[in-house]
């Protein structure tokens, strides 16, 4: 027979019966991926057995609210997820929030099952940056009505609660101004195209080639993934062209810093042989050499509101929601100038400005 939940037994007492490190019990608590399918069902066996219930489980099973708020990102590596959770953590300090972030490295089982685990009350309701599978799970939350809000995600359908920035238009604006410098072999490696704002960014890239009458040729576009190795073999293979581009466009600033090192290792120059322009102003953007131009996007400011909209959320469940799209602005730098055959012309270069949505 069951036992009753005792307060008194401790998780070293779960640790000690299920023949386990107490790290390892805390890791099934929650809700860890590195822990064994048999190891867990033991876990779980005996603190089902001796009556243990975790704190904050327990705060839910009493019928009160848990005072988190879970927070699933791809991964911790870059400094756009940095600025994001800093948003992030800025709006949760202020309202009183604690914070239980979880990294999902792009695998999608992953992070349905910690959307699952997650949402039985472990937290009262969850951020998600860049979901690779949002589809998989958004229909039960909405369902349960379970508070959530996507970041930097189209969502599922008009009425998903989401905060995203005008990717269509900085895709436009950083191609339209390689155009303006005299650039017409213009070489494109986009994000992972399962997420709207790749598919965005490439259309903007498409729409300014058009809009300036300037060849789309498909062998300039390089499917890549938002990494810097991938931004590095991306040029390598736009550079070994017949007839390579003269700029690049790098779908956000990590892999523009691969094109850089990939420019240099072919032993030329940047901006004088290779224009790069990168996307999201990340901190290191304005630090390396030559500072990237890029299309910045309100990271900071992303977090925060669409922290703000998750805790409306959970004081006015009833309320209608949507997408909110934040505008982006085209900083100019030092790693774009007319390509060579226009050193000495009248090349316009235009200075920075917002984009409007």
Sequence with gaps: MKKKSNSKVTIVDVAKHAGVSFGTVSRVINNDAHVRPETRERVMRTMERLGFVANRQARSLAGGKSNSIGVLVPDLGTGYIGEIIRGIDIELSLSGHDLILYTTHRTASKEANYVANLATGMVGGLLLVLPRSPADFIGDLTERKFPFVLIDHQGIGQDCPSVGATNWQGGYSATEYLIKLGHTRIGLITGWMDLGCSIDRLDGYRSA???????????????????????????????????????????NDVMAMGVLDAVRSRGLRVPEDVSIIGFDDIPQASHIHPALTTISQPLEKMGRVATQMLIDLLHHPEKAVSRIELPTQLVVRDSCSPPKERVGEDAHRPSSYENKP
């Design 209 to 251: 080639l058009r809009t300036n009458h300037v060849t789309d040729a498909p062998e300039l576009i390089y499917e890549g993934d938002f990494s810097q190795p991938g931004g590095y073999a991306g040029a390598i293979t736009l550079l070994d062209l017949p007839e390579p581009p003269t700029a690049i466009f790098a779908s």
